[in-house]
């Protein structure tokens, strides 16, 4: 298993150390115009993390699934393993941005507090937890060729419930009710629900592939 990691990591450096030099620019061009800290998270976090989790996907796909599983390992490794890596990749991301923002910050004399940062990665974190919580499955149900047809539908989809949501009295219930919470507590219970996400996506996942005829 934990060569199948290091395989998601090897084949990705390439992919990784470009995102990581445009971010870095981005930021620094960011912080210059004084973007908010969840904004710096919210793209510099995504870019990092989803574009190797992507290629990631697209390698295995590419080279065989019946490759993978004709190693001796079974097929719950293969897929823990997956988890594993793009988690890697989430926390990595987040690491990244907190060193680069702090360092940055020192530079051009940005005062953001290290509290807002942890806020923002809490909120971010969750994110993409929830997000590859809904993607993992999907690929190992339709396939990246299939999964890459249906995420622009899946992200439209998405945007259009959430703006659905907000407008109908629910949602601006809702929004009201969450307003009077503070941020600490709303990113700490969101970062545990998106784990419980997270958790629960590798169980289902379990179970697809281990009924996928390959």
């Not at 004709?70 to 793009?86: F, L, T």
Request: glycine residues 6%.
């Amino acid at each position: 298993m934990y060569a199948l990691i290091r395989k998601d990591f090897r084949v990705q450096t390439k992919v990784v150390a470009y995102y990581l030099i445009f971010v870095v620019a981005l930021l620094t061009l960011w912080m210059s115009q004084d973007f908010v800290t969840w904004v710096l998270y919210a793209l510099g976090a995504t870019m990092i993390s989803m574009a190797p989790i992507f290629a990631a996907l697209s390698y295995d796909d590419k080279s065989g699934g019946g490759l993978i599983v004709s190693w001796p390992i079974s097929r719950a490794k293969v897929v823990i393993s997956k988890y594993v890596s793009s988690l890697a990749y989430m926390i990595f991301a987040m690491l990244f941005i907190f060193i680069v923002t702090l360092t940055i910050g020192l530079f051009i004399g940005n005062r953001g507090g290290i509290t807002e940062h942890f806020i923002s990665i809490g909120f971010v974190f969750a994110g993409l937890c929830f997000f590859f919580a809904i993607v993992l499955p999907c690929y190992y149900w339709l396939g990246f060729q299939r999964l890459s047809y249906m995420y622009t539908a899946l992200v439209v989809l998405l945007g259009v419930l959430l703006v659905a949501m907000y407008q109908s009295e629910f949602g601006h219930w809702l929004l009201q009710y969450l307003m009077h919470i503070s941020n600490n507590v709303l990113a700490g219970l969101f970062l545990i629900i998106s784990i419980l996400a997270y958790t629960i996506s590798l169980f289902c996942s379990l179970r697809i592939f281990a009924k996928k005829d390959l």
